[in-house]
């Protein structure tokens, strides 16, 4: 550590993280090109907490963000703009940012290996073979934070994977998608206000 780096960290030491404060970071791809694709259910929940609580979304460093107060605490969502494989770049800046230690970091994720519409919250785990992960666990260094797997089933046939996750939900499964959404909307509002075991216990059925 250099002379100007101690004198800084002396007389400006660095702020303990807010407790009560949580990044909601929803997954996907940006471009229209991925709209209604499988693989952006995390666009979809983040977008759901933000109609929600009326609060747009603005173009920020690395992803779209704002912000939402609820029971006392804060909740800062993320739609990453790096695209899935490098979502772990904007994950690290924005807890950074926001001063959010990784225990009060929640992403939701879509999930090959749970059925259309099963919704999953883990405190922590591989990433399964999700991509998106995959990034955010080398850039944090831990695979020890909260994700909310939102279930998309697998339904294609060998070698068709990633037409399926890259494709467009079908017309039945967009007509579940909002009851599907509000499930997991409060899902991570439980998650930042009760806590993630009492969470689990009352939604992971």
């Known amino acids: 550590m250099s002379f100007l780096q101690n004198i800084i960290q002396r007389f400006f030491p660095p702020s303990e993280p807010d407790p009560l404060k949580y990044l909601i970071v929803g997954l996907g791809n940006m471009g229209a090109e991925y709209d209604d694709t499988r693989h952006n259910a995390g666009f979809l929940v983040a977008d759901k907490l933000a109609q929600e609580f009326e609060v747009p979304f603005k173009d920020s460093r690395l992803g779209f963000t704002t912000q939402f107060k609820h029971k006392g605490r804060t909740f800062c969502l993320l739609k990453p703009t790096t ?15 926001h001063n959010i230690k990784p225990d009060n970091l929640l992403v939701v994720v879509d999930d090959l290996n749970l ?60 007509d579940k998608l909002p009851a ?14 009760i806590g993630l075991q009492f969470t689990m216990n009352q939604f992971n059925k």
């Open 83 to 97: 695209y899935m494989n490098l979502s772990g770049k904007a994950v690290q800046y924005w807890l950074t940012k």
């Open 115 to 174: 059925d259309f519409g099963v919704l999953r919250l883990r405190g922590k785990g591989s990433d399964g073979g999700h991509n998106g992960l995959k990034d955010i666990n080398k850039m944090l260094g831990t695979n020890k934070y909260a994700r909310l797997r939102f279930g998309i089933g697998d339904d294609f046939n060998k070698g068709r994977q990633i037409d399926y996750v890259l494709g467009k939900w079908t017309d039945e499964e967009q």
């Open 180 to 193: 599907i959404t509000k499930r997991a909307s409060e899902m991570v509002k439980s998650f930042g206000t």
